[in-house]
């Protein structure tokens, strides 16, 4: 596997437009070429090239970033950054965080819910980002933004492939005068890609960019989506040791954003925004001898987000920034537990948070600084300090030193403080820290870009589940150390490359034992070439190592071997407006596990039509 991905590296890597600039993590837009954070962009065209399944398949071509679940479509999949677990990464949606608390392993987010047929661009900024977005984001925040850009075509999608998969979709949009508006549906299916899983899905985006007057600009924006899946459950063994009971699941997800933004002449900025995010999780499960019994629940999770964000004041080189927020979230669970006799997990919660921050940033010719600090105040829990110091400097004409560290923490979830006493709950407990920093160097290449990171990362306090107390407590610590590094050319006037390569240690440090779904290597890009006006071909590599994995049915193993997967889009206009596509994942047809009992599907097809028509 190592191999393949050094042959990959040498022949390419990942490169950046000089007029590029990221939204995530900051008041007001920011060069990315000179970011003080580690910050990775996915663009439109790069998303429409790949022509991914999943939008899992997307961010696992991306430094740093593991993905962890069974591997189809409908499985629970989340997205771990830096070693960090799946609860430290903050998932937004066009700015609303997604993080939902009533899962059992703390606030993470489903990605399985959102098809990559939706997303338009996705922002990654690896590192403690607790400054500016307050609890959670632990290890870094993905943003995912499926608004259309004022340039986007209106289009028609249809696509059929094997395992009776069905995806079509209709995205239509207009400007009129000094408004513009999007709408958009969508649905997909596709079962028994592996054993007899099964996912399907229907989703509506919506949105209103309207210039009030010169200086006065409102926006909003919502998706709802309706998806249900059956998959295996975790621990389970999967299809292959478990004993082929499915977990049947339905969700329901609505995702509202406010934003009215207010610019002066004096160059002071003003934003107000409201996000709001509702998922509702209907979910039977079976039991997994001999320690998970069956259970049925009902969770609900409602998070509203208030805020203002302001630019004090922007000089040649100065800009201080200041925002504050209100974070409310309630969260309730109806849940049966069948021990042979049934087992009530009912509970409600809810809670508020508070806060306040700011930052300065000094940029000169040669210097970028950034400091910022923020304050939270939780209605439950201490009062939590975060700062961050960001800095870049120009070495040389043609390279880049920058470095971040900070601080940042995340409120215990639902599940694990409000459940009943009897599932071990615990209300007691303290909020989840770490402190964490990197330095990395960017090089500007004759036609590209490379850019290598080392980063560091103590996750402290961290929330485990006591067997002998039979009690949620904050006892563990684990540290995570790594390289991380991209490389962008263009090979040729119609060949490019992106690649990525990464290197962690993740280990409890009391112990030395390294943590389950952990891979110390993990590789991944792609080679775009377009021979003509007319095709364009994409190869895209994903490669994994080796990681500790545990399942209750198998006692005589506890590692997943290493893969490589190949996957290939073939694109062709077929006119001006029409074009015809073909995916093939897993192209070598490897064979392979996710998980210890849960293969990885195999060679898949998918043959789709497009069409596009500018706006």
């Known amino acids: 596997m190592n191999t393949i991905i050094t042959a990959f590296l040498l022949l390419a890597a990942s490169g950046i ?6 939204m995530t993590a900051t008041v007001t837009e920011k060069p990315l070429d000179s970011a003080t954070a580690s910050v990775t962009i996915v663009d439109r065209e790069t998303i429409s090239s790949l022509d991914a399944s999943s939008l899992a398949d997307i961010l696992r071509l991306l430094p740093a970033v593991s993905i962890t679940g069974a591997g189809t479509r409908g499985s629970f999949t989340t997205a771990e950054i830096r070693g960090g677990d799946p609860n430290f990464t903050l998932v937004l949606l066009n700015g609303v965080p997604l993080n939902d608390a009533t899962y059992q392993v703390g606030d993470a987010f489903d990605l399985s819910g959102i098809s990559a047929d939706a997303v338009t661009r996705i922002e990654i900024v690896r590192g403690p980002q607790s400054a500016f977005y307050g609890s959670t984001g632990l290890a870094g925040v993905i943003n995912i933004i499926t608004v259309p850009e004022a340039d986007a075509d209106n289009r028609v999608l249809l696509a059929v492939g094997d395992a009776d998969l069905l995806r079509a979709g209709a995205h239509l949009g207009a400007e009129s005068g000094s408004a513009r508006w999007f709408i958009g549906a969508s649905t997909e299916r596709e079962k028994e890609r592996v054993a007899l899983e099964r996912f399907e899905q229907v989703a509506v985006d919506a949105g209103l960019d309207i210039a009030l007057t010169p200086a006065l600009d409102l926006e909003v924006t919502g998706r709802f989506t309706d998806w249900e899946s059956d998959d295996y459950p975790d621990a389970s063994g999967g299809p292959v040791f478990g004993d082929g009971a499915l977990r049947l699941s339905e969700h329901r997800e609505t995702v509202l954003n406010m934003n009215l933004d207010f610019t002066r002449e004096n160059k002071q900025r003003h934003q107000i925004t409201a996000g709001y995010y509702r998922h509702v999780m209907d979910r039977q499960s079976p039991a997994v001898f001999p320690m998970v019994p069956a259970a049925t629940e009902h969770t609900g999770w ?3 987000r208030l805020a203002w964000r302001s630019v004090l004041y922007r000089g040649e080189q100065l800009e201080a920034t200041a925002g504050l927020d209100m974070d409310r979230q309630e969260g309730e669970n109806r849940s049966t ?4 006799f049934p087992v009530p997990g009912n509970y409600r919660d809810e809670r508020t948070t508070t806060g306040a921050y700011a930052e300065l940033r000094y940029a000169a010719e040669h210097w970028v600084l950034e400091l910022s600090a ?4 939780p209605d439950e ?8 110091f960001g800095f870049s400097t120009n070495l040389s004409p043609g390279a880049r030193l920058h470095g971040n560290v900070g601080r940042a923490f995340k409120l215990p979830s639902f599940f694990a403080a409000a459940s009943p006493p009897e599932l071990g709950g615990n209300p007691n407990l303290e909020a989840e820290t770490t402190v964490g920093a990197d330095l990395g160097v960017t090089f500007s290449l004759p036609a590209g870009r490379f850019d290598i990171t080392v980063f560091h990362n103590t996750f402290e306090n961290l929330v485990d589940f006591d067997f002998g107390q039979f009690l949620h407590v904050n006892r563990a610590e684990v540290e995570a150390t790594g390289v991380e590094s991209s490389l962008t050319l263009r090979l040729a006037d119609n060949l490019d490359a992106q690649f990525s390569l990464t290197w962690q240690d993740v280990e409890d440090p009391t112990t030395g034992e390294g943590l389950r779904h952990r891979p110390e290597w993990r590789g991944g ?13 994409t190869l895209d590599l994903a490669a994994v190592s080796s990681s500790l994995d545990q399942q209750l049915p198998v006692f005589d193993r506890f590692e997943v071997s290493g893969h490589t997967l190949l996957g290939l889009n073939v694109s062709r206009k077929l006119g001006e407006a029409w074009q015809g596509r073909l995916r093939v994942d897993n192209l070598a047809d490897e064979d ?3 998980l210890i009992g849960y293969p990885g599907p195999g060679q898949a097809w998918r043959l789709g039509l497009r069409y596009a028509r500018g706006r």
Do not use: H
């Not at 437009?17 to 990221?22: L, N, Q, R, S, W």
């Not at 537990?337 to 042979?340: A, N, P």
């Not at 829990?381 to 961050?388: E, M, W």
């Not at 890009?525 to 071909?537: E, I, K, N």
């Open 17 to 22: 437009d000089p007029d590029a600039v990221y």
């Open 302 to 304: 409602t998070r509203l």
């Open 337 to 340: 537990l069948d021990l042979g």
């Open 374 to 377: 923020r304050v939270d105040d």
């Open 381 to 388: 829990g201490d009062t939590q300090f975060n700062p961050r």
């Open 525 to 537: 890009g792609m080679l775009t070439w377009s021979p003509d006006t007319a095709w364009r071909f």
């Open 592 to 594: 392979y596990e996710n």
